[in-house]
């Protein structure tokens, strides 16, 4: 999985899915992330946990609140996460599909 950082107010921070985002998801929303459509909100949320959840692993000090988060993030960093992700996706699938 390439390295994926997501900069908020000047500071980068690190973002991956992880389990650890899907259970964030999951105790802030409720909702399974299987059962994320387009809302923005439910990417927005997502999005929160997957820095949050990745800033624990690395150790990096990550102390905004969900709404703070919000307040700082547009639209075209939902849309460059999401890019960043979808990228790296087709790559691993396209890794595969060479192995075979």
Known sequence: MKKVEITINS????CRQTMGAMLRFKLETGKEVSDISNDVTDMCTYLFCCIASACK???VEFGLSLMDFADSVTLD???AWTDAINGDAAGVEASAEKKS
């Open 11 to 14: 500071k980068a921070y690190p």
């Open 57 to 59: 692993h690395d150790g």
């Open 77 to 79: 960093d939902v849309a």
